[in-house]
């Protein structure tokens, strides 16, 4: 059976510097270290670093819990401002490993909302990347991820504007909204901030999708920007899966199949994915 593997699949320059960072930490440092959520959306990573002792806090009640002098991990996704404060006021140690497209996006939004324009961005509303741009701007900011959101938010009055987009968006979703909104004549600023890796992985991952019998895309199931390459896959290839380890393969997923392709999210390790392509390769 031939495979073709995505170049472009897996970690991405801002996840691999926040895991390396993690990893340092863990070594270097003999008491527990904590992450504000957990440090990458990718199970196996995450229970590595618990035996590692790396912990995961889920809430700011949580964090107001720990001793003073605590190293706490704010991770790839960033934090709003308050939480910066937050964790100065308690007396506790911060190593920030934010991505630097996404803390591109926080001077952004900081700058034109302090001018007075009301940020747009286009992303997933429930996404810890998304919550922490909008804990930097000063001024409204209103989250769409669809053509029907945005056609709400055009209902409603609005002056000056600056748009963004979650780095993991949906490229060609992101020109079909921007298209959309410039049928109003806005006072605009427009700005792609969907990164270089992500537009990449999306575009290779669709053309090798449209070339095989059978796509398998590996992720975690959490991670925004692995369910956003299924998305794409799934359009060009109907027989795609989605999956997160090779427990996950089955049989039934490579009947009649001749080539399969595999992709994988910014969050997934090289060696699940080298797993799953050596057992394609081999078993079926």
């Known amino acids: 059976m031939k495979v073709k593997v995505a170049e472009t699949a897996g970690f991405c320059f ?93 001077r952004i939004v900081e700058k034109e909302s302090g001018r007075g324009r009301e940020i747009l961005i286009f992303g997933d509303n429930c996404h810890p990347e998304v919550q922490g741009i909008c804990g930097w701007c000063s001024s409204c900011a209103s989250v769409v991820s669809n053509e029907e959101e945005l056609g709400n938010f055009m209902g409603k009055l609005h002056e000056k504007l600056c748009t963004v987009s979650q780095t993991t968006f949906n490229y060609n979703k992101f020109k079909d909204l921007v298209e959309i909104l410039a049928e109003k004549s806005y006072d605009n600023i427009v700005l792609n901030t969907i990164c270089d890796a992500t537009e990449r992985r999306q575009q290779e991952a669709g053309a090798i999708a449209s070339e095989v019998d059978t796509m398998l895309v590996i992720g975690g199931k959490q991670s925004s920007n692995t369910q956003k390459l299924y998305e794409i896959c799934r359009r060009e290839c109907g027989n795609t899966y989605y999956i997160q380890t090779l427990v996950d393969l089955d049989s039934e997923m490579f009947r009649s199949s001749s080539c399969v392709g595999i992709t994988a999210g910014a969050s997934t390790p090289n060696k699940i994915i080298e797993e799953v392509h050596k057992h394609v390769r081999t078993e079926f």
Do not use: M, W
């Open 14 to 106: 801002g996840v691999k510097r926040a895991v390396d960072r993690v990893y340092q930490l863990a070594e270097e440092t003999k008491g527990a270290i904590y992450t504000l959520g957990p440090v990458i959306h990718n199970e196996v990573v995450v229970e590595d670093l618990e035996r590692k002792g790396v912990r995961t806090l889920d809430s700011l009640q949580e964090l107001e819990r720990l001793e003073k002098g605590s190293i706490v991990v704010i991770r790839s996704h960033g934090v709003g401002r308050e939480i910066y404060e937050k964790i100065h006021s308690l007396g506790l140690q911060c190593v920030d490993v934010t991505c630097p497209f996404v803390l591109k996006i926080h």
